[in-house]
């Protein structure tokens, strides 16, 4: 119904400064809820960042005040701008659309934290 591209990822330093883009195509983008999140090795997956199809926003404690996401529903995209990264945010990140029980995911992309 829908499908979902992350890009962005890469290496950055701590402290650095890193935006992720998720582009999706075969529907209506607006209609959905994203959200993001990220896995690392031997961890749970965890919620990241979350908006709706109006634009109410909601964080996990561990990002906020440094992760921000957004929405251009122009551009069917969804945004993750990430601030002051430390090395503990090394994961590959996902993005996800949901919309009337189901859900879709994307292909994560990788973002490592490092010197």
């Known amino acids: 119904q829908v499908q979902l591209v992350e890009s962005g990822g890469g290496l950055v330093q701590p402290g650095g400064s890193l935006s992720l883009s998720c582009a999706a195509s075969g529907s209506i983008f607006s209609i959905y809820t994203m959200t993001w999140y990220r896995q690392a090795p031997g961890k749970q997956r965890e919620f990241l960042a979350r908006?709706?199809?109006?634009?109410?926003?909601t964080y996990a404690d561990s990002v906020k005040g440094r992760f921000t996401i957004s929405r251009d529903n122009g551009k069917s995209t969804v945004s993750l701008q990430m601030n002051s990264l430390k090395a503990e945010d090394t994961a590959v990140y996902y993005c996800?659309?949901?919309?009337?029980?189901?859900?879709?995911w994307g292909q994560g992309t990788q973002v490592t934290v490092s010197s």
């Open positions: 908006i709706s199809s109006v634009g109410s926003t």
């Open positions: 996800n659309a949901a919309y009337l029980g189901a859900n879709y």
